[in-house]
């Protein structure tokens, strides 16, 4: 199982179908209407498949955020339900802070929801600002950080 890098712009049907079953499906999204994909603001998917390439997670790095070139923000991270548990969110992860460092930045940020604080804090991640309705899912969120450069010391 290895981890694969596309363009958002382009991306096959099924990565839009896994994104949409598990973030926005049972919240009321309209998946036809409502603005949920945001294709048009660019930025890489990374995709887990299996041995027999069915898709396992995704999660999306978007090009440089809020205007800074050393920061990066990671979106629409989801696991399909049969491999939850098996540390395809977690390898995913990983995979895109090394990215977003080859890149050149220096820092992630998300809008975790709130069944999902305790994955990110896990991976490092913590809370910048208070809780906050989504309101495209109406569930609580979080902006959560990673000092990236920092991680890269760390190890060395």
Not at 31 to 56: C, P, V
Not at 100 to 114: F, T, V, Y
């Amino acid at each position: 199982m290895s981890v694969e890098i596309i363009e958002v712009v382009g991306a096959p049907s099924e990565v839009r179908d896994l994104i949409y079953e598990n973030l926005y499906q049972n919240y009321g999204v309209d998946e036809l209407f409502d603005n949920w994909f945001h294709q048009e603001k660019g930025g890489e998917f990374l995709l887990k498949r299996d041995a027999s390439q069915k898709l396992l997670g995704v999660v999306r790095l978007m090009p440089i955020a809020e205007n800074n070139p050393l920061t990066r923000q990671v979106r629409q991270v989801a696991v399909s339900t049969a491999a939850r548990g098996l540390g395809v969110g977690r390898e995913l992860m990983n995979f895109i802070e090394d990215l977003a460092r080859d890149q050149g930045a220096d820092e992630l940020w998300l809008e975790s929801r709130g069944g999902a604080y305790g994955f990110y804090s896990r991976l490092g991640y913590i809370t910048a600002g208070e809780e906050f309705i989504s309101e495209l899912t109406r569930l609580p969120h979080c902006r959560m950080t990673k000092d990236i450069a920092l991680q890269t010391v760390l190890a060395s």
